[in-house]
């Protein structure tokens, strides 16, 4: 069993900036993939940014140029520093890891709530 715990959410205005943090409870070197994900009222949650443990990334389109995702093995977590954010952002965002030779997520944190004022 591996937790997940989120920190860094909050309210920012539009343009501004937050760093969210995952810390886990496992070596994130023996994950295969972190990512992060969101979900906004009323709506499903979404992908937002993942990567591997050759520090392969990828972003949803929506997300690109904006957000960055990176992993510091030494301190088992995950980051996603997210820039330029925009209302459409605000959501509740959770961290989750991925064992190697399964092909979806494995484990979720309880997400930290992210609001983008306009």
């Not at 520090?55 to 977590?77: H, M």
Request: hydrophobic share 35%; net charge positive; glycine share 10%.
């Amino acid at each position: 069993q591996v937790q997940l715990v989120e920190s860094g959410g909050g309210l920012v205005q539009a343009g501004g900036s937050l760093r969210l943090s995952c810390a886990a409870s496992r070596r994130t070197a023996s994950m295969h993939t972190m990512g992060w994900f969101r979900q906004a009222p009323g709506t499903e949650r979404e992908f937002v940014a993942g990567i591997t443990y050759t520090n392969a990334r990828t972003y949803a389109d929506s997300v690109k140029g904006r957000f960055t995702i990176s992993r510091d093995n030494a301190k088992n977590t995950v980051n996603l520093q997210m820039d330029s954010l925009k209302p459409e952002d605000t959501a509740v965002y959770y961290c989750a890891a991925r064992i190697f030779g399964h092909v979806a997520y494995d484990y979720w944190g309880q997400g930290t709530q992210v609001t983008v004022s306009s």
